[in-house]
């Protein structure tokens, strides 16, 4: 088998799998992965096989692998981004974006994304307010940075400033789902529950993360409370 024998392991923790050997099937499974090694090739294929036989933590995992060891390979990184936006997983969303960002310093998405997952997380603080507000410095007419620049600024006791940064932006962009909410919060944090109402119904047309759909219904909650 020589350079396959990663393979021979692979076959070996599917046969042990279909037996129901559990044991017998991750370390099967663990040799085949050290088999690989630093070789991409292999890895890949291992990746195919995982994502073939439906061994979704294995892919993951194959995934986190290829994308530190050859960080040139960026679609791995968007891959796992896929996967967790689909799962709702801000935690994990947020090591993507720090990765992303440690990759390329001058991806303002990355970096904004990262500012605004650790905001939702409550993650560094005091840094990612410091990251939104760099990124927003650099890029203020990026509708999805100013966001969470003004959610930066909101959750530093400075809303009506917040509100500032926003009502700069087109109509169009504030409309867009992913300001929307944003915007519907600090309208509904100042009192003006009508424009508030339009905007968080828009947010809701869109995949939010689980702490931004808690944010949502509190706002919405409030304003059914004052009217």
Do not use: C
């Not at 396959?4 to 042990?16: D, G, N, P, T």
């Not at 203020?140 to 003004?150: F, K, N, R």
């Amino acid at each position: 088998w020589d350079d396959l024998e990663f393979l021979r392991f692979a076959f070996l923790s599917r046969a042990a799998a279909e037996l129901n050997q559990k044991r017998a099937a991750e370390a099967h499974w663990r040799a085949a992965v050290r088999g690989a090694g630093d070789r991409l090739g292999p890895l890949m294929a291992l990746l195919n096989m995982a994502a073939t036989w439906g061994r979704d933590q294995a892919k993951e995992d194959l995934l986190w692998t290829i994308a530190q060891r050859f960080p040139r390979e960026r679609w791995a990184l968007r891959e796992l981004e896929r996967l967790y936006l689909a799962a709702g997983n801000t935690r994990s969303l947020n090591r993507v974006y720090s990765t992303m960002a440690g990759y390329a310093p001058k991806n303002f998405a990355a970096q904004n994304n990262f500012a605004a997952t650790s905001l939702l997380l409550k993650l560094n603080v005091p840094r990612s307010h410091e990251l939104a507000k760099e990124t927003f410095a650099q890029h203020p007419q990026e509708a999805i940075v100013a966001s969470t620049y003004a959610f930066s600024l909101h959750l530093q006791g400075r809303t009506k400033e917040g509100l500032a940064v926003l009502q700069k932006l087109k109509p169009e962009a504030l409309e867009a789902p992913a300001v929307a909410l944003y915007y519907g919060l600090l309208l509904s944090a100042t009192g003006q529950t009508n424009q508030a109402a339009k905007y968080l119904g828009l947010a809701q047309k869109s995949a939010l993360l689980p702490e931004e759909k808690t944010l949502a219904a509190e706002a919405l909650k409030a304003l059914g409370s004052s009217s």
